[in-house]
């Protein structure tokens, strides 16, 4: 399983931008959840992370109040909410989590779940444009 990332593109500057991530495979639940970003020619940088319950996030000091990180469980679903884009905002935006996959124990008569752990994305790339 992995996970695909979508909504990025070209976005004039002021404008507002909603990123989504979702599993290849959807037997996988996401669990944690954290978006990255690595700007042009820079090393990737956290931006925000997500509980498997939503009730806790975090951010980075440099996107607090202007990024928001939200998940929809039912749609297995996490996402990135971007308002006032800025220039230096461009880059590959990247989806991290922990991967969840109930299965049925016949033998234990019980059920099981698998972990993949730190599993990424293959980036969605944002441009900003003045």
């Known amino acids: 399983a992995q996970l695909v990332e979508s909504g990025g593109g070209l976005v004039q500057v002021g404008n507002s931008l909603r990123l989504s991530c979702t599993v290849s495979?959807?037997?996988?639940?996401?669990?944690?959840a954290a978006w990255y970003r690595q700007p042009p020619g820079e090393e990737r940088e956290f931006l925000a992370t997500i509980s498997s319950d939503g009730r806790i996030t975090t951010y980075a000091n440099s996107v607090k109040g202007r990024f928001t990180i939200s998940r929809d469980n039912a749609a297995n679903t996490i996402y990135l909410q971007i308002a006032s884009l800025q220039p230096e905002d461009t880059g590959v935006y990247y989806c991290?989590?922990?991967?969840?996959?109930?299965?049925?124990?016949?033998?234990?008569?019980?059920?099981?779940?698998?972990?993949?752990?730190?599993?990424w994305g293959q980036g969605a790339r944002v441009t900003v444009s003045s």
């Open positions: 495979e959807s037997t996988y639940t996401i669990e944690t």
């Open positions: 991290n989590a922990d991967l969840q996959e109930p299965w049925y124990n016949a033998a234990l008569e019980q059920w099981d779940s698998t972990s993949l752990n730190d599993v």
